[in-house]
C-alpha cells in the first residue's frame, strides 16, 4: 500500500501562483511514477502531468504546458506541482497518483488515470477571473 497526501491547493487570482504537494508513505517511493491529475465538477478527471521513478523523465497535458511544473524528491518522498500563470478553467480538485513503473517510462501509461495504482483525496485549487 502507498498512501498518498496532497497540500496546497486553495483560492487564488488569475495569473497567480501555487504550488501543490504530494506526501507518500508506505513503499519504496522510488519504484513508483507519478502523476498529478485534476477534475473539475461534470467533468472526468484529466491528466495534467507525470514522471517517471527518478524524476528524469515528465510530460505534461497541452493545456498547462509552459505553465506548469511536475518534480519530486525521492529521498523526501513527495512529488509536486509548481503552478504558474493560472487560469480560471484550471479550477478543480487536483490529486496525486502512484503507479509501479516496471521498465522504462511511457507516456502512454502516464496520462492514463486507469494504469494508477493509488490516488491521493484530491486538494481544491480555484482560480478567480
Known amino acids: 500500500q502507498v498512501q498518498l497526501v496532497e497540500s496546497g491547493g486553495g483560492l487564488v487570482q488569475a495569473g497567480g501562483s501555487l504550488r501543490l504537494s504530494c506526501a507518500a508513505a508506505g513503499r519504496t517511493f522510488s519504484n513508483y511514477a507519478m502523476g498529478w491529475f485534476r477534475q473539475a465538477p461534470g467533468n472526468e478527471r484529466e491528466f495534467v502531468a507525470g514522471?517517471?521513478?527518478?524524476?528524469?523523465?515528465?510530460n505534461y497535458a497541452d493545456n498547462v504546458k509552459g505553465r506548469f511544473t511536475i518534480s519530486r524528491d525521492n529521498a523526501k518522498n513527495t512529488v509536486a506541482l509548481q503552478m504558474n500563470s493560472l487560469k480560471p478553467e484550471d479550477t478543480a480538485v487536483y490529486y496525486c497518483?502512484?503507479?509501479?513503473?516496471?521498465?522504462?517510462?511511457?507516456?502512454?501509461?502516464?496520462?492514463?488515470?486507469?494504469?494508477?495504482?493509488?490516488w491521493g483525496r484530491g486538494t481544491q485549487v480555484t482560480v478567480s477571473s
Open positions: 497518483a502512484a503507479r509501479a513503473q516496471v521498465g522504462l517510462y511511457r507516456a502512454s501509461y502516464a496520462i492514463t488515470p486507469s494504469t494508477y495504482d493509488y
Open positions: 514522471i517517471n521513478r527518478s524524476g528524469g523523465t515528465t
